[in-house]
Every structure is written in structure tokens, then in C-alpha cells.
């Protein structure tokens, strides 16, 4: 019986990006890349794990970008049926009721995609940083496999950041950066509920700032890829995209869609590839993972074919 085909994505070690003679042709790109590279052992500054990040989702842009923007299609697809818009012209009781379910179902299905995507990037990112290949079915079936821990992670977390937040604002930031790391310890580690939220909290003992000025710098660089799709979900604005584009309802919906699941995507993939060299780096300071890494390397060059 035949075998099923594998889907391998080559993802080339950081060493090497930027090294194409074509593209260190290209002026200040080079600078950039060689500040993305860093030193070989050791942790990196804040601003050489902002370079690194962006340098491995510009190598991987089209996949990191495409498999966030199919983990958030299928709810973009639920907007042209249970948007703002359906219920502008409602009256009596499904004007009350009809936004709320639309809210709950909006809310929740954002939520399992945020999840899934990010736990898929995570281990893409991550597989980037360690120079390792990446087979897209074995990858699905692990994040799958893994996904209810996923949630039940980033459910805890927001519940911790929200109740924080609510006492002085101060307790729920220092408690998102203290969980930060719990998805992927999750996702990359294999680890369980409870010991993914330690393992962040030991992750984390230090280094409030590198995840300040990174998650900072996600927002920022975010915010018209997400601010653009907020302001499309609008009450009103449907209507107002319509009669400026003079496009049909099904055309309208279609490109909406569409673009709205690709700049999620964007975000997304910005969002794991920061947040991730991150957790990278909270692993090398920790544990010494890079020189675990080497070593393992050197054993597996030593030893004979």
C-alpha cells in the first residue's frame, strides 16, 4: 500500500540567513542581517532579539504568514453571516440577543485560532532557530494532539493578566510577562497544564524589560495589520466600504475575507516569532541551551558515519 505524502518545509539554520550574494546587495539589508545573527553563544540583547525575530519571519514570511492566515479563515469566514451588520436593521428581542451570541461566537472562535496558530508558529520558529527541518503533517498532528493544553494554557493566563489588570493595572502586566513563556513550553516541550505555568514562572525569573520592549514592539508593528480588520468589523462599515467601492455584497465579502485573514496572519506570525525568540532566550540564560545545542552538534560531527 502506498505511502501518504509528507509536505517538508527546509528551514535553514541562522547562521545562514542573509548569506545570499543577491541579497547582501541590497544596502542596510546586510547590517541588519549580520545584528540578526548575534553572537554564537550566550544571550542577546533586546534589540538583537527584535532583529533576529523579524529576521526569521522575512526568511519564512510566506509560510509562517500562510499558516496563520489559514488558522484564522475559518472564523474570518463566519463574519459575513454573523458580523455587526446582520443585526444593524433588527428589532425587538434579536436586537439584544443576535449581537450577543454573535459576540460569544466571535470571541471564542478568535480565541481557539489565536491558539492554534500560535502554537503552530511557535515550533516552526523554533525549528528556525535550531536549523531543523519541518514536515507539515507531523507538525499539525502534534499541535493538534496538543491543543486543548494550548488552550486551557492561554485560558489561565488571560484570566490571570485580566484579574491582575483589574487590581492597579501594575500585577496583570507582570503576570502576562511571567506566563509568557507557558504556550511554548507547552507546545515545544510537550509539557502539561500546570507544569507549562511553571516552567514559564521559572523561565522568566528575569528579563521583565527584553519582554516589555518585545511585546512593546508586537503591538506596535501589529496594530495596523489587527487596527485595520477592527475597523472593518465595524457596525457601519460594511455598508461604507460598499457604497465607496461600488462592489456587490458576495464580492465585498470574499475580498474581506480574504485580506482580513491574511493581515491576521501577519500579526500572528510577528507575534509568535518575537515572543518565541524570547522563550529561546529565557532557556539560554536559564539552562544554557545554546551550549547544549553545540555540544550535542559535536557529538553527532564526531561520531563516525
Same mark, same amino acid.
Given at each position: 500500500?502506498?505511502?501518504?505524502?509528507?509536505?517538508?518545509?527546509?528551514?535553514?539554520?541562522?547562521?545562514?540567513?542573509?548569506?545570499?550574494?543577491?541579497?547582501?546587495?541590497?544596502?542596510?539589508?546586510?547590517?541588519?542581517?549580520?545584528?540578526?545573527?548575534?553572537?554564537?553563544?550566550?544571550?542577546?540583547?533586546?534589540?538583537?532579539?527584535?532583529?533576529?525575530?523579524?529576521?526569521?519571519?522575512?526568511?519564512?514570511?510566506?509560510?509562517?504568514?500562510?499558516?496563520?492566515?489559514?488558522?484564522?479563515?475559518?472564523?474570518?469566514?463566519?463574519?459575513?453571516?454573523?458580523?455587526?451588520?446582520?443585526?444593524?436593521?433588527?428589532?425587538?428581542?434579536?436586537?439584544?440577543?443576535?449581537? $450577543? /451570541?454573535? &459576540?460569544?461566537?466571535? #470571541? *471564542?472562535?478568535? !480565541? @481557539? =485560532?489565536?491558539?492554534?496558530? +500560535?502554537?503552530?508558529? %511557535?515550533?516552526?520558529?523554533?525549528?528556525?532557530?535550531?536549523?531543523?527541518?519541518?514536515?507539515?503533517?507531523?507538525?499539525?498532528?502534534?499541535?493538534?494532539?496538543?491543543?486543548?493544553?494550548?488552550?486551557?494554557?492561554?485560558?489561565?493566563?488571560?484570566?490571570?493578566?485580566?484579574?491582575?489588570?483589574?487590581?492597579?493595572?501594575?500585577?496583570?502586566?507582570?503576570?502576562?510577562?511571567?506566563?509568557?513563556?507557558?504556550?511554548?513550553?507547552?507546545?515545544?516541550?510537550?509539557?502539561?497544564?500546570?507544569?507549562?505555568?511553571?516552567?514559564?514562572?521559572?523561565?522568566?525569573?528575569?528579563?521583565?524589560?527584553?519582554?516589555?520592549?518585545?511585546?512593546?514592539?508586537? $503591538? /506596535?508593528? &501589529?496594530?495596523?495589520? #489587527? *487596527?485595520?480588520? !477592527? @475597523? =472593518?468589523?465595524?457596525?457601519? +462599515?460594511?455598508?461604507? %466600504?460598499?457604497?465607496?467601492?461600488?462592489?456587490?455584497?458576495?464580492?465585498?465579502?470574499?475580498?474581506?475575507?480574504?485580506?482580513?485573514?491574511?493581515?491576521?496572519?501577519?500579526?500572528?506570525?510577528?507575534?509568535?516569532?518575537?515572543?518565541?525568540?524570547?522563550?529561546?532566550?529565557?532557556?539560554?540564560?536559564?539552562?544554557?541551551?545554546?551550549?547544549?545545542?553545540?555540544?550535542?552538534?559535536?557529538?553527532?560531527?564526531?561520531?563516525?558515519?
Amino acid at each position: 500500500m502506498p505511502h501518504a505524502s509528507v509536505s517538508v518545509v527546509t528551514l535553514r539554520p541562522l547562521d545562514e540567513l542573509g548569506q545570499e550574494p543577491a541579497r547582501q546587495a541590497r544596502g542596510g539589508g546586510a547590517h541588519a542581517r549580520d545584528a540578526a545573527r548575534g553572537p554564537a553563544v550566550g544571550g542577546r540583547g533586546v534589540l538583537e532579539m527584535l532583529d533576529l525575530g523579524i529576521a526569521i519571519l522575512r526568511e519564512h514570511f510566506a509560510l509562517m504568514v500562510g499558516l496563520g492566515a489559514l488558522a484564522w479563515l475559518p472564523v474570518r469566514l463566519l463574519q459575513p453571516f454573523i458580523g455587526a451588520h446582520v443585526w444593524e436593521d433588527s428589532i425587538g428581542s434579536g436586537a439584544m440577543i443576535g449581537p $450577543v /451570541l454573535s &459576540g460569544l461566537v466571535n #470571541t *471564542g472562535s478568535a !480565541a @481557539l =485560532a489565536q491558539c492554534f496558530a +500560535a502554537a503552530l508558529l %511557535a515550533r516552526v520558529v523554533h525549528a528556525a532557530l535550531e536549523g531543523r527541518e519541518v514536515a507539515l503533517l507531523p507538525l499539525l498532528r502534534t499541535v493538534l494532539v496538543r491543543l486543548h493544553v494550548v488552550i486551557g494554557v492561554a485560558l489561565v493566563t488571560a484570566l490571570a493578566s485580566v484579574a491582575g489588570t483589574c487590581a492597579c493595572f501594575v500585577p496583570g502586566i507582570l503576570l502576562a510577562w511571567k506566563l509568557s513563556a507557558a504556550p511554548m513550553a507547552c507546545v515545544i516541550e510537550g509539557q502539561g497544564l500546570r507544569d507549562s505555568l511553571a516552567r514559564s514562572w521559572l523561565l522568566t525569573r528575569r528579563g521583565f524589560g527584553r519582554w516589555l520592549f518585545l511585546w512593546l514592539c508586537v $503591538v /506596535l508593528i &501589529g496594530m495596523p495589520f #489587527t *487596527g485595520i480588520t !477592527a @475597523l =472593518a468589523d465595524l457596525a457601519g +462599515a460594511r455598508a461604507q %466600504a460598499l457604497a465607496w467601492s461600488g462592489l456587490s455584497g458576495t464580492s465585498y465579502d470574499i475580498v474581506f475575507v480574504l485580506v482580513s485573514s491574511l493581515l491576521l496572519g501577519v500579526a500572528i506570525a510577528l507575534h509568535s516569532a518575537l515572543l518565541t525568540v524570547y522563550y529561546a532566550d529565557c532557556r539560554v540564560r536559564r539552562e544554557g541551551a545554546d551550549l547544549e545545542a553545540q555540544r550535542a552538534q559535536l557529538g553527532a560531527a564526531g561520531r563516525p558515519a
